[in-house]
């Protein structure tokens, strides 16, 4: 019984230490409290955006958590896991990371960044396709029209004025 219950007390203050070492963090508390979470172990999640730039043994991708992007250094072990980056045509993997974050990166030209030490997949991103609005295909149509009409007559006031 003693055992046990020092176990679970072990594991509650591993747990609490673990909370102190690295936080959860909006891209907004991030560049607010740059200063105070440089060199900190943070948790950052968000949608990758853009592409994933692989430079040799590291890629560089961007997460958009809702309010802004942020750069994240990530192994490229780790990139692989990655199949689908935000655009027009496809919303990207929605991905958790946990890692270091740099208000200024000595590394990577002084610019804030996240060192990303571990990546999960929560939900991977999908191609979105677009329904033609019948609205708009009317409108074309009515216009196309017109033009044609237009057309007809220059050519038409054209042939006469020749005469």
């Known amino acids: 019984m003693k055992r046990r219950l020092g176990f679970c007390l072990a594991a509650v203050v ?14 907004q508390e991030l560049i607010a409290e740059a200063k105070l979470f440089d060199g900190a172990h ?6 990758v955006i853009g ?7 590291h890629a560089w991708i961007n997460v958009y958590d809702g ?8 192994p490229a072990v780790l990139a692989e896991k990655i199949e689908h980056a935000g655009s027009y045509k496809c919303s990207g993997d929605r991905i958790r990371l946990h890692g270091i974050f740099h208000r200024a990166c000595p590394e990577h030209g002084g ?9 999960l ?10 329904d033609l609005d ?15 009409c237009l057309l007809m007559v220059r ?3 054209k042939k006469r004025a020749r005469k």
């Open 14 to 27: 591993i747990f609490l230490a673990m909370g102190r070492l690295c936080q959860a963090a909006s891209s």
């Open 42 to 47: 943070v948790l950052y999640g968000g949608e």
């Open 51 to 57: 592409e994933v730039l692989r430079r040799g043994d």
């Open 67 to 74: 309010d802004n992007a942020i750069g994240v250094w990530v």
């Open 111 to 119: 610019g804030l960044d996240i060192h990303a030490q571990d990546l």
């Open 121 to 130: 997949v929560v939900e991977p991103g999908q191609q979105i396709i677009e």
């Open 134 to 148: 019948d609205r708009k295909i009317l409108v074309l149509a009515v216009l196309l029209g017109v033009l044609i």
């Open 155 to 157: 050519i038409f006031l």
